[in-house]
């Protein structure tokens, strides 16, 4: 096996553990040495693996005697660094970052619609408030909208479907940020986002499954009309 990919090689081979079901999270690695001579492969290679983990949010490495490799689960976190990055280097066409926004939001409003608790509803009404009292704010407006969807996401009761609306609401975060920006009447954007973003809450809390998936599409697909995201 060439040297420099006995790496992929150990990744592989936790990665299998992972499916079969061998590894489960909160479990930890064999300790380096131990580890490389198990897989023999070179300690540099351990090493390395370890380190690609650890960016895809599949381990977390404690210092120290008693610290060590252990599996854990940072999906939302490993998502969007994978989708922001990609989204950077233009390997998504931004159309088809809009069409599985619209197709994830309906189902993160319609099961925040029919799982959100109390608090799920004030999370969400409180980033709308925020908004609506900070539009001067494009920056601060901009975090709260991108607050206001993850909220959403987390009341669907669907971790899943939460993670990835979560990751992918992210990872457009600076995109959004830069229209905002570039809007020539931001006071009417701001306007319009408002009232859009309220729909959406109060379809959601009112329970209302079919006209809160349908606000959230209506909001997404109107944003994206008036910035002209995806335009080249």
Do not use: K
Not at 46 to 58: F, H, P, S
């Amino acid at each position: 096996m060439p040297r420099s990919r006995t790496y992929t090689y150990v990744i592989d081979q936790v990665d299998e553990q992972i499916v079969s079901g061998a590894l489960r999270v909160g479990d930890r690695l064999p300790p380096e040495r131990e580890f490389a001579t198990l897989l023999g492969v070179g300690r540099g290679a351990v090493r390395e693996a370890i380190r690609v983990l650890e960016a895809y949010g599949v381990v977390r490495t404690d210092p120290g005697p008693e610290g060590g490799t252990t599996l854990t689960s940072m999906p939302s976190e490993a998502l969007t660094q994978v989708l922001r990055l990609h989204i950077g280097l233009a390997n998504f066409p931004m159309a088809d970052v809009i069409e599985a926004r619209a197709m994830l939001e309906r189902w993160s409003a319609r099961l925040a619609a029919r799982h959100g608790s109390a608090d799920d509803l004030a999370a969400i009404e409180h980033e709308l408030l925020q908004m609506e009292n900070g539009r001067s704010d494009r920056e601060a407006f901009n975090e709260h909208d991108t607050a206001f969807h993850v909220a959403i996401a987390r009341a669907s009761n669907n971790r899943l479907v939460a993670d990835m609306t979560t990751a992918l609401r992210d990872s457009i975060r600076s995109l959004v940020l830069e229209s905002f920006h570039g809007h020539a009447d931001w006071p009417a954007l701001a306007e319009q986002l408002c009232a859009d973003h309220r729909r959406v809450f109060e379809a959601i809390a009112s329970g209302d499954e079919s006209a809160a998936a349908d606000a959230v599409e209506e909001h997404i697909r109107s944003a994206y009309a008036t910035l002209g995201w995806g335009r080249a």
